[in-house]
């Protein structure tokens, strides 16, 4: 099996609206690049919604399957945090977060009917947004003498890689995300310029 060289995300925010017998389901999808961000955002909707019934969520980051996180928020168990994160992963996504808001109309729906209105107002905040495909990252910190910085700007930009801290004086170190399939052209080339020291961060 051929390892991945890209991961599915989106860049910006969709939002949606379901609802069913007097209940109304707000739905909003977000990029996310890490737990502390989820929940800023998650905290921005619930000030924006202080007086809904629940706050259900789930999101899905980086690419080893291993960090997500699903919450009922006083739903019945499984009824709302696993559909939305079902349709995370049925789109095979990462770096994604969920939120549906509910406003409580006042007739149950039962479990079945909870587990549809979630599912589907998470469906319908993902069809809001465009899917695009991102280089799988290495992270490298890269330090180097400050006579270097245009051959090392030049790698860079050549090979896609994304800049993520820079820190410019004399001597210089930036962090930057390496694209995995690009991985060893990018070390080769920083190799050959001797002022360059690359460590796998």
């Not at 994160?85 to 509910?102: A, F, M, P, W, Y």
């Not at 109309?105 to 947004?129: E, M, R, S």
């Not at 170190?173 to 310029?193: A, C, D, M, Q, S």
Request: with cysteine; glycine share 8%; proline share 4%.
């Amino acid at each position: 099996m051929e390892a991945k060289t890209f991961y599915t995300t989106i860049e910006k925010m969709g939002t949606a609206e379901f609802r069913d017998r007097g209940s109304k389901f707000l739905g909003f999808a977000f990029p996310i690049h890490s737990v502390e961000s989820f929940k800023e955002r998650l905290n921005e909707i619930k000030k924006e919604h202080p007086k809904a019934n629940h706050h259900c969520f789930a999101y899905r980051l980086g690419l080893d399957g291993n960090n997500f996180r699903v919450n009922d928020d006083g739903e019945p168990s499984g009824s709302a945090g696993k559909p939305i994160l079902g349709q995370i992963d049925s789109k095979e996504l990462t770096n994604v977060g969920v939120v549906v808001v509910r406003y409580f109309g006042g007739t149950l729906l039962g479990v079945p009917g909870l587990i549809n209105a979630y599912k589907t107002t998470a469906v319908l905040a993902l069809q809001t947004v465009p899917f695009v495909q991102k280089p799988i990252e290495v992270i490298y910190r890269v330090q180097f003498d400050y006579t270097s910085m245009n051959e090392v700007m030049m790698i860079i930009k050549q090979f896609n890689c994304s800049i993520i801290q820079q820190d410019i004086q004399l001597f210089c170190l930036f962090t930057i995300g390496v694209p995995v399939n690009r991985l060893e052209e990018v070390l080769y080339k920083l190799k050959e310029l001797h002022t360059v020291e690359t460590v796998r961060a």
